[in-house]
């Protein structure tokens, strides 16, 4: 495997600021997979007893392997629910079927980004694209689940973290795990809905989604710790029995701002990692072509800062830790 990003995206992300990224993993031969038992790339299995139904979803993005591979090892080992029902999701196969260790990035999505379709005007409109399909093929996987743990990395530096929407019960769960330690609350993106924003998952009080970002994309920590999330949740859940967490419950922050990039001038002043905290309120962050961006308040955690950022596209959020 070549463990080299192409020069284009390691002189992007150098010059952003951010540690050269190197490529550790290997996509995972998903060719068992891909006829599903329910849809393509999904397979579903009902213990035959009462209990949640827990959808696992990899590779919404083409190029987050990790959740994949940790997907396709549970498969492998025939891991099957004692309560309840458990189904694996293989979001996007299209656009995976296209990663390339060579340009690893290039294969996010084949038209659109499949994780901001998830709104009725998207879902029940007249668009088209091959997202689109899939999303609309994905809904009733969705309209069954009771709690959605959708597993994703990140291109930027950052420490893990959980993403719940306005759910509080998607946060007490996320929270209860300890692993990893921070929950931020949000309410997506401009640019589209989230699936753990989808319907049901965002309003029902009995669902609850949860985003996953693991870390760093194609490293092994990160597939470690989503292995260990994944289990952790089967087992929360009362799916599959196994021990609780020892680890004290994670720390809890709201977002209070959402910064969207106007214009394709937006700069950071300095290459901020994802999980800083700024300790004072109107501490200049970034420049979006003259408009100044600053802390709302004191003690503001920077989530996933974007170090370049395409205009319409979400640059950071802004939280507030809470008493969860």
Same mark, same amino acid.
């Given at each position: ?15 952003? @600021? ?5 490529? *550790? /993993? $290997?996509?995972?031969?998903? +060719? =068992?997979? &891909? ?129 719940? @929407? ?5 946060? *007490? /769960? $996320?929270?209860?795990?300890? +692993? =990893?330690? &921070? ?136 939280? *507030?830790?809470?008493?969860?």
């Amino acid at each position: 495997m070549n463990t080299s990003l192409p020069p284009d995206l390691t002189a992007l992300m150098v010059g952003a @600021g951010a540690p050269e990224p190197r490529l *550790r /993993l $290997a996509a995972p031969d998903l +060719r =068992p997979w &891909l006829g599903g038992n329910v849809l393509p790339g999904v397979w579903s299995f009902d213990s035959g007893l009462s209990g949640p139904h827990l959808v696992l979803s990899a590779l919404v993005h083409g190029n987050e392997i990790a959740g994949a591979i940790v997907l396709d090892k549970l498969l492998r080992q025939e891991v099957r629910p004692e309560r309840g029902r458990l189904t694996f999701v293989f979001a996007n196969l299209d656009a995976f079927s296209r990663f390339d260790p060579d340009d690893p990035t290039a294969s996010r999505f084949l038209e659109e980004d499949l994780n901001r379709l998830w709104s009725p005007e998207s879902l029940d409109g007249p668009r088209r694209s091959a997202e689109l399909r899939r999303a609309r093929l994905l809904r009733p996987v969705l309209d069954a689940a009771d709690i959605l743990l959708d597993l994703h990395s990140m291109l930027w530096p950052s420490d893990p973290l959980f993403l719940v @929407g306005g759910h509080q019960g998607a946060a *007490r /769960l $996320a929270l209860s795990l300890g +692993r =990893p330690p &921070l929950v931020v609350a949000d309410s997506g993106h401009e640019a589209g809905r989230r699936m753990i924003d989808y319907g049901p998952l965002a309003t029902d009080p009995a669902r609850r989604g949860l985003l996953l970002e693991a870390g760093w994309h194609w490293q092994r920590d990160t597939v470690r710790l989503t292995e260990q999330v994944v289990r952790r949740v089967l087992a929360a859940v009362g799916v599959i029995p196994g021990e609780a967490s020892a680890d004290p419950p994670g720390r809890f922050a709201r977002v209070t701002r959402t910064v969207t990039a106007r214009t394709s001038e937006f700069t950071f002043l300095r290459p901020w990692r994802g999980g800083e905290i700024v300790p004072a309120r109107n501490t200049l962050i970034a420049l979006d072509g003259e408009e100044e961006i600053r802390t709302p308040h004191d003690d503001c955690l920077l989530v996933m800062p974007s170090l370049v950022t395409l205009p319409g596209h979400t640059a950071v959020r802004m939280a *507030r830790f809470e008493e969860g």
